[in-house]
């Protein structure tokens, strides 16, 4: 079985420019999480959705940062325009049910932006 | 201000010995503890977690303990194997209302397996 997918793996922007990150859930996981991960720290929560709901968003920085999960199945994460604080390692994760035990997370994408 | 902390940023243990992972909390509305383990270029793994109603949870050469009242959590390895070497990451979560449970990690322990 495949797991979560995500891409590109790595991505390097000049800051004020628009970044897209693409994931691609395991089949079947009705929840999808996406996480930043600083350099040096655990991974932070930016959003969770149910399906194609957005049941938590509270951590997201909503005036550059957007997201969206169609179908309920893969999901974007957009960052516009990009910050120098922006760099980091976007990760994605996804469940079977709403359960932070259960959840699988994909390879992420590290994002430096110069 | 870290609701979560792993005070330790590295930990080197002999092969075949016991490794102890600590991690404290602050927050005692956290009813649900988890340990992921990290790879480098790879997305975190569950390992383990432990409801706040045990104090112990076990599971193969794992074994996570909880001290409430001390709001403290470990993880024991044993006997340590050089494929546990990784990042090691505690996490807890509250389940609050509308179902907007939250989840905080920590900064991660790097556990080295010496041979």
């Known amino acids: 079985e495949a797991g979560v997918v995500q891409s590109p793996r790595y991505k390097i922007i000049e800051k004020k420019q628009p970044v897209a990150f693409w994931c691609n859930p395991i089949s079947g996981h009705n929840t999808l999480y996406w996480y930043r991960q600083n350099l040096g720290q655990g991974p932070e929560l930016l959003i969770r959705?149910?399906?194609?709901?957005?049941?938590?968003d509270s951590q997201l920085p909503k005036d550059r940062f957007s997201a969206e999960r169609l179908k309920g199945v893969d999901s974007t994460l957009k960052i516009q325009p990009a910050e120098l604080g922006d760099s980091a390692v976007y990760l994605c994760?996804?469940?079977?049910?709403?359960?932070?035990?259960?959840?699988?997370f994909g390879p992420g994408t590290r994002l430096t932006v110069l | 201000d870290q609701q979560v902390k792993q005070n330790s940023p590295s930990l080197s243990v002999q092969e075949g010995r016991i490794s102890i992972l600590n991690c404290d909390y602050t927050?005692?509305?956290?009813?649900?503890f988890l340990w992921y383990k990290k790879y480098p270029a790879e997305g975190p793994t569950f390992l383990i977690s432990?409801?706040?109603?045990?104090d112990k949870n076990e599971d193969g050469r794992f074994t996570v303990f909880l001290n409430k009242s001390a709001k403290h959590l470990s993880l024991h390895i044993v006997p340590s194997q050089p494929g546990d070497s990784a990042v090691y990451f505690c996490a807890a979560s509250a389940v609050q209302v509308n179902r907007d449970d939250k989840i905080i990690f920590g900064k991660g322990t790097r556990l080295h397996i010496l041979p």
């Open positions: 959705y149910e399906n194609e709901e957005a049941v938590d």
């Open positions: 927050n005692s509305m956290f009813d649900y």
């Open positions: 994760a996804s469940s079977l049910y709403s359960s932070y035990n259960e959840q699988f």
């Open positions: 432990i409801s706040s109603i045990k």
